[in-house]
């Protein structure tokens, strides 16, 4: 069965520091994976996907995910974090080619910026 | 345009009675998906219809829960003789074909006193 371990479930960063939230999955085929956010009060939204290609994905807001094939991974990183990040970070994945369309979610990431 | 809406956003029953959530996708939409939160998890996968049909009903708990698509558009999720178990947030979502990206409603609180 599909798993996604999401290793850091609270993270408090000062305003500017660099950020890196570690997703790892199980599963040995053909995978998409995901990056959503959830601000506070407000609902879940896309921060970035990969589907093929270049393993390195951009998304909005100056977020980037690289997908480590050998690894097994997915790790969210932005540079420099603004107290309006504060969020929290649910990493997804589905089994590619058609296979299934469901979202297997890890548990998620508590993240907190002080300004 | 309009995102994907949920009602109601809040419900608040008795162990043993039924009730029903409904979720409007966004317009055009083929594929619609249901997901349970609980507190301090991420999203746990229900169902998901590609049209009017059930593509994959694997993340149902029990038969308990149960959910309709019939035109192909509004979904209902039905859940009979509700747990304490059963709280939770209901999360829709919808995308416009099947393995495309899912976007997500605001959810449906569910408590069961």
């Known amino acids: 069965a599909q798993s996604v371990s999401q290793h850091n479930h609270h993270v408090i960063l000062s305003e500017a520091a660099s950020l890196e939230l570690g997703c790892n999955y199980s599963y040995g085929g053909t995978v998409n994976l995901f990056w959503y956010v959830q601000y506070p009060g407000q609902h879940l939204q896309l921060l970035l996907k990969y589907f093929s290609g270049d393993p390195l994905v951009k998304g909005i807001k100056g977020f980037e995910a690289e997908f480590i094939k050998s690894k097994f991974s997915f790790n969210l990183r932005k540079p420099s974090v603004q107290w309006s990040d504060t969020a929290e970070y649910f990493c997804?994945?589905?089994?590619?080619?058609?296979?299934?369309?469901?979202?297997?979610f890890g548990t998620g990431t508590l993240l907190a910026v002080q300004p | 345009g309009a995102g994907v809406s949920q009602t109601p956003s809040n419900k608040v029953t008795e162990k043993g009675k039924y009730v029903e959530l409904r979720c409007d996708p966004i317009?055009?939409?083929?594929?619609l998906y249901w997901y349970r939160q609980s507190l301090g998890q991420g999203p746990e996968f229900l169902i998901y219809f590609q049209g009017t049909g059930a593509a994959d009903d694997s993340g149902l708990p029990n038969d308990r829960f149960f959910a309709v698509r019939p035109e192909g558009s509004v979904s209902t999720l039905k859940i009979q003789r509700t747990e304490r178990g059963d709280s939770a947030v209901y999360l829709c979502?919808?995308?416009?074909?099947?393995?495309?990206?899912?976007?997500f409603g605001p959810g449906t609180r569910l408590t069961v006193l």
């Open positions: 979502a919808s995308s416009l074909m099947e393995a495309d990206t899912q976007y």
């Open positions: 317009s055009g939409h083929t594929a």
């Open positions: 997804a994945v589905n089994a590619g080619g058609g296979a299934t369309n469901k979202l297997i």
